[in-house]
Structure formats: C-alpha cells, structure tokens
C-alpha cells in the first residue's frame, strides 16, 4: 500500500512564499514520475507541475516561473516550491506518484486530505 502525505501548507500574504513537501512510502513503491495538483473550492482539481525521476518537467502553463517542483530521491520526497503567491493560488494542494505507468492516486481515485493553502490579498 502506498502512502502519501503533503506538508507544508499555511496562510501567507500576496507575494509570499511557501514550500509544499510530499512524503512517499510503500513497500516495493519505484518512483519514476511526481506529481503535484490543487483544487480550489468549488473548482475541479488541476495539474500543478508534473517531474520525471529523469529529470523532465511539467507546469501549468499559468505557473511557470512562480511555481519550483523538485525531489529528493534519497527520502523519498517531492517539494514544491511557491512564490509571489496570489490569492488565486488558494486551495487545498495534493502530490501523486506514477509508478510502472500507474499514477496511483489518479487511478484509485483516492487523494487524501492534501495540504491547504490560504493567499490572502
């Protein structure tokens, strides 16, 4: 069974920042692709930044150059860098894992609570 758990999240003001870690655990779990995404109420959850253990990256185009996605693969985490934060950045913010050509949570559907972050103007 694989677990995730994100960290990191708060309340800052406009034009801070924050760092997002995502903690990954399994027995047996390879890791060749994270993942980050958000869901801001009453919205559908979108894709963040995407990061292959190979080294390609992936943003939403609305986030490149604010948004930093990096891993450590000696513990098993990803970090997801934050800056000049706007109020539109307000969500609740969630990591995924591919394994094989699994995204895990994606494909159970199941994403746990996720990290929250409040922007406030």
């Known amino acids: 069974q694989v677990e995730l758990v994100e960290s990191g999240g708060g309340s800052v003001q406009a034009g801070g920042s924050l760092r997002l870690s995502c903690a990954a655990s399994?027995?047996?779990?390879?890791?060749?692709?994270w993942g980050w995404y958000r869901q801001a109420p009453g919205k559908q959850r979108e894709l963040v930044a995407q990061?292959?253990?190979?080294?390609?990256?992936n943003y939403a185009d609305s986030l490149k150059g604010r948004f930093n996605i990096s891993r450590n693969k000696a513990n098993n985490r990803s970090y997801l860098q934050m800056n000049s934060l706007q109020p539109e950045d307000t969500a609740v913010y969630y990591c995924?894992?591919?394994?094989?050509?699994?995204?895990?949570?994606?494909?159970?559907?199941?994403w746990g609570q996720g990290t929250l972050v409040t922007v406030s103007s």
């Open positions: 995924d894992v591919r394994s094989g050509s699994r995204w895990i949570r994606t494909q159970t559907g199941s």
């Open positions: 399994g027995r047996g779990l390879t890791i060749n692709a």
């Open positions: 990061m292959t253990t190979g080294g390609h990256t």
